[in-house]
């Protein structure tokens, strides 16, 4: 038991610090979100599935992706992860059709109805995951996409999906079709101060809610990489009570002009959590994993508006998500 915690702790880093290590300094992205159809070999059943990709072009052929899929509710399941792939793609039809495959690793998170006392358990593990998408750009950076994903977990359920879905470049191709690298640069954060609020949902059978809010200070290293420190008040739920502060480090860029700004960080999360037990409950410290995706857009040179998702990766079946937004100021 002790050897299979410390695997799966030590693929929750490796997994963490991989989505953020993927992207380097070349240019051009993609952007698109997908849903569709989900098969699961077990229980052997039906569900919806959806999510999202990042998609940074390397060269005309190859590129690196960042995805975030839903694999719905099966039963006594509920799945979610992301996704760290490469691919490489063959051009037709004056670069308008775009044929890939993808292979990389998927870093899961399934809430398991338990049967040994406990009603639920937080699981986490990594498997591959193997794609294939077909890819129609239309002249305006508008794009259509359909795909196929096939997930193998030795430790859960395998599943395959099917999904179509719509995107768009973010940086402008030279020429028609898909973009093949080096095009804008992006713009530093500077020095950032950000308040937000929203909700928490912890990820239990029932995913019961609350009242969340936290701020955050943004400094960055360059065009590319932030850090922040951050302080979050997860509110009280049903399951528990928990703040803490986070330090993390992110890969980001800039579009636009500067005007929109998407990133990716993690880092360590420290908080002081009261969640139910058996009999009562119980307090202390914990540290956890605290994964955040964000957008931001500047309303003027000083003042922009946030948008984060947090997952938090715990240890002790208490994985929670936050969603926060709110307004900063750069200076």
Avoid at 7 to 34: D, K, M, Y
Avoid at 216 to 239: C, K, M, P
Avoid at 277 to 285: C, E, P, Q, S
Avoid at 304 to 327: E, F, H, P
């Amino acid at each position: 038991m002790k050897k299979e915690y410390r695997f799966a702790s030590a693929s929750r880093w490796f997994a963490t610090l991989g989505c953020i290590a993927f992207v380097n300094a070349a240019h051009a992205q993609e952007l698109s979100v997908l849903g569709g159809w989900l098969r699961a070999d077990r229980p052997g059943e039906s569900a919806y599935s959806w999510g999202f990709t990042y998609l940074q072009a390397l060269d005309e052929y190859d590129g690196l992706s960042y995805s975030w899929l839903n694999e719905g509710h099966v039963q006594d399941n509920h799945r979610d992860g992301f996704a760290l792939q490469y691919w490489r793609r063959a051009l037709f039809f004056d670069r308008r059709l775009a044929l890939a495959a993808g292979v990389g690793g998927y870093y899961y998170f399934d809430t398991v109805a338990s049967a040994n006392g406990r009603r639920y358990v937080d699981s986490h593990g990594l498997g591959p995951i193997f794609s294939l998408s077909a890819t129609w750009f239309t002249s305006e950076r508008l794009f259509y996409q359909l795909r196929l994903n096939e997930i193998i977990v030795p430790r859960s359920y395998n599943t395959f999906s099917a999904m179509f879905g719509i995107g768009y470049e973010l940086d402008a191709p030279k020429g028609s079709g898909a973009l093949s690298g080096g095009t804008s640069d992006s713009a530093s954060s500077g020095n950032e101060i950000t308040a937000m609020a929203g909700w928490t949902e912890v990820n239990s059978l029932s995913s019961p809610g609350a009242f969340a809010y936290g701020f955050e200070y943004r400094h960055g290293f360059g065009r590319y990489i932030d850090a922040t420190v951050s302080w979050i008040n997860e509110g009280h739920t049903q399951l528990d009570t928990r703040s803490g502060a986070a330090a993390q480090v992110w890969l980001r860029r800039s579009f636009f002009d500067d005007r929109l700004s998407l990133g990716v960080g993690a880092g360590p999360y420290y908080a002081l959590d009261t969640h139910r037990i058996r009999g009562g409950t119980d307090t202390g410290g914990r540290v956890s994993v605290l994964l955040t995706m964000s957008a931001a857009y500047n309303v003027t040179r000083h003042w922009y508006v946030r948008a984060s998702w947090n997952r938090v990766m715990t240890s002790y079946d208490k994985d929670s998500d936050i969603y926060l937004g709110g307004i900063g100021y750069r200076f």
